[in-house]
């Protein structure tokens, strides 16, 4: 059972954000259907490894897309990757030294920042970046 399901609302019309974003979602059903079948620190630890790695390399496509086209909320939009950032890397580490199990609590949240998000930030900067591309 998948919790990110993905929707056209949520395109941003930039192929490679897109594609990015679909594949997060995708990574987030894999950790999902982890937990919920009950699955050990094996199965879990790379899914999530995997999470975050692609999401660093997704908030720098995005971060790098920003800059070189001088997005005016730049800073307010980075920040917000980086707490998303930080607060994942604060549950692996808790996770890594056995402090803390995942649950799906964790899917859930991810799922609700990212829906959130992209069409939040998201697209408002790459509604930006297009009608700078036109102009
Ligand atoms: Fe798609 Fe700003 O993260």
Do not use: C
């Not at 949240?109 to 939040?120: A, E, M, Q, R, S």
């Amino acid at each position: 059972m998948s919790i990110a399901f993905w929707r056209k609302e949520y395109e941003t019309g930039n192929s490679q954000i897109d594609r990015q974003h679909k594949h997060l979602f995708d990574i987030i059903n894999v950790l999902h259907n982890a937990m919920m079948k009950g699955e050990g620190k094996d199965v879990l630890k790379p899914t999530l490894y995997e999470l975050i790695k692609y999401t660093k390399e997704h908030f720098a496509t995005e971060e790098k897309l920003m800059q070189s086209s001088h997005y005016p909320h730049y800073h307010t939009h980075k920040l917000k990757h980086d707490e998303l950032t930080a607060q994942v890397l604060q549950i692996k580490h808790k996770f890594d030294d056995h402090e803390e199990f995942i649950t799906v609590e964790l899917s859930k949240f991810l799922t609700n920042w990212l829906v959130h998000h992209i069409k939040g930030d998201d697209q408002q900067m790459i509604k930006f970046l297009q009608s700078k591309n036109k102009g």
